[in-house]
């Protein structure tokens, strides 16, 4: 029994020699043996080092840290090892055994070896976690190239984790390259730390077990280029039994072609799948919950097929973060059935699609991954009419877009840009500004944009809350109430800008805190100027304009006095 020992000595004498066969040397406590001779530890008859505590040996000679003959066996069980020497660490002599049995151990032999001339070494519920790549070759610890490892080698218990691939579970000595599991191929690894499983361009193949199965709270799959998971059984393609997330830039397509088979099943726990796309069908399901827990799809693209029983399905709540269903039409989440379900509140166990969608409306109709490159879908669009998600982006070429009382453009993404090209219009009549802006947008390009609300009480173009920047362009905006109008705290600025507004019963210009012209100036009401306390465009006698207000571009350029402009 060695507990919290101390030794530290020189000479050419073994610390610890034995040859008792069936010696056990129990680790109590910390215990340091250091020498500058012989090694250390020497036995010639069957030994355990066992133990819950840390034994630390080093050799500063060029000599042996442990050193193990005549035929014998050493196991190093449970305990912490430590082994540091000049010459060789742990070292046999082609007849020996060493054996590692749930003991974390780290040897270093810098001049001859850490581990080597073994007729065998035995893992027992261990591994070789350090350095990559090593192996054991005949009797060695060796890199790939079956060269005797000389740095530090570290073996280490191995500790498993609720997950499992393939019915095979994934453990602290698989984690890092789980395609070494039967039936994957691609990149897979698992992040204990971050509970992340990564699918890197990964194809799970099974049987009838699942290809995911998880009991990890907080597990997040994520996705990188196109995945498969398939299987072909009762169990379900993934299986989560915690609350857990899919997420990622990828694409993950989950298939359980088995009649009576789940493609992904959440028990009892929530799911959110974020960002990614999914593709899951099963015979029976595609996407089934327990009746009493939460389905939340985020800026996702997911598509659901369960021919049997339902699409998706025994979900208690089903949250749409920033995405609708786009298939089929009229689908809905129906809450006492606690699935997707038709206008007549049947289970759809057809295609169900789920699309992205964006915080910008076009006659009343939101954008989405689905109608984005082709606006022209929804009712009252003609023209070209497109939406670029990444840029933010919507631009109308020769576009006409026609409500009746819902406003042709609606927004609330931040930055929006409406590009001009050619001819446009957007008109309706009611109370629904035509253009309503709730985040800061600019309209630009080198069309032109007619804007016309033929209610009484209308208004054409309507900042609220937010910068409006109108540049480069023509913009005629034209309102039985407003031609554009503000929340009198926000601001509006014309770079460079044809625009004409005419706001019969307000005002045409008004509602805004600041008003900026840049290589631009008001030519029409002559006198007119910005009232930055009435916060309209006036007349000279502080009247808010409501005839027709005509900003025009200037140019660097006078004529006795007078600035040229396009007017």
């Known amino acids: 029994k060695l507990e919290n020992v101390k030794i530290d000595r020189t000479g050419n004498k073994n610390i ?6 069936g010696l056990k040397i129990e680790v109590v406590g910390k215990n340091n043996l250091k020498n500058h001779g012989w090694s250390l530890i020497d036995v010639s008859k069957n030994t355990t080092i066992q133990g819950s505590d840390t034994l630390n040996i080093q050799n500063t000679q060029n000599n042996l840290g442990i050193n193990i003959t005549a035929s014998a066996n050493l196991t190093i069980k449970d305990c912490h090892l430590n082994v540091t020497s000049v010459g060789a660490g742990i070292r046999g002599w082609t007849n020996e055994s060493l054996i590692f049995d749930n003991a974390t151990v780290k040897v270093r032999g810098s001049g001859e070896g850490s581990i080597f001339e073994f007729k065998e070494i035995n893992l027992n519920n261990t591994f070789i976690s350090k350095p990559d790549g090593a192996k054991i070759t005949n009797g060695k610890i060796t890199n790939a190239g079956g060269e005797i490892i000389k740095d530090t080698v570290k073996i280490e218990p191995i500790i498993g984790y609720d997950l499992w691939i393939c019915g095979t579970q994934v453990t602290n000595a698989n984690k890092n390259n789980l395609s070494v599991i039967d039936g994957v191929t691609g990149t897979v690894k698992y992040n204990p730390t971050t509970t992340t499983l990564t699918l890197d361009n990964a194809d799970i193949s099974c049987t009838t077990t699942s290809g995911i199965s998880s009991e990890v709270d907080g597990l997040k799959i994520y996705l990188i280029g196109n995945n498969i998971i398939a299987n072909n059984g009762n169990s379900s393609t ?5 609350n857990s997330n899919i997420v990622g830039s990828g694409t993950l397509d989950v298939i359980n072609a088995a009649t009576n088979g789940g493609a992904i099943y959440a028990n009892n726990c929530t799911l959110l799948i974020s960002n990614c796309t999914v593709n899951a069908i099963g015979g029976a399901n595609g996407i089934r919950g327990t009746s009493n827990n939460t389905l939340i799809i985020e800026k996702a693209t997911v598509s659901a097929i369960g021919n049997t029983e339902g699409s998706i399905m025994d979900f208690k709540i089903i949250t749409f973060t920033n995405c609708v269903i786009s298939k089929p039409v009229g689908a809905v989440f129906n809450n006492s059935i606690r699935a997707i379900c038709n206008t007549l509140g049947n289970i759809i166990t057809d295609t169900v699609k789920i699309v992205p969608a964006y915080d910008l409306w076009i006659c009343g109709t939101q954008i989405t991954d689905a109608n984005k490159d082709d ?3 929804i009712n009252g669009v003609t023209g070209t009419a497109k939406y670029n998600t990444t840029t933010k982006i919507l631009t109308l070429n020769n576009a ?6 819902t406003p042709g453009i609606s927004s609330e993404i931040d930055e929006l840009k409406i590009d001009l090209i050619g001819n446009n219009t957007i008109a ?3 109370t629904s500004s035509t253009v309503s802006l709730f985040a800061n947008g600019k309209i630009m390009g080198s069309g032109t944009l007619d804007v016309v609300n033929a209610a009484t009480n209308g208004c054409a173009i309507y900042a609220n809350n937010c910068s409006l920047l109108i540049s480069n362009c023509t913009v005629n905006a034209t309102g ?4 554009i109008k503000g929340t009198s705290n926000n601001a509006i600025t014309f770079d460079k ?3 004409s507004a005419i706001g019969n019963v307000e005002g ?3 509602g805004f805190e600041t008003i900026t012209f840049t290589n631009c100036a008001i030519s029409k009401p002559t006198g007119a100027v910005f009232n930055g306390t009435i916060k309209a465009i006036c007349d000279t006698l502080g009247n808010i304009i409501k005839d027709t207000v005509r900003i025009a571009p200037v140019y660097d350029l006078w004529i006795c006095g007078t600035q040229v402009t396009t007017s």
């Open 238 to 242: 993934i299986s989560l039994v915690a």
């Open 428 to 430: 309706n009549n009611g």
């Open 497 to 499: 800008a044809a625009v």
């Open 480 to 483: 039985g109430a407003n031609g």
């Open 400 to 405: 006409d877009i026609s409500c009746t009382t």
């Open 375 to 377: 606006l022209t879908v």
């Open 16 to 21: 610890i020699r034995s040859s008792i066969d």
């Open 508 to 510: 045409s210009i008004m």
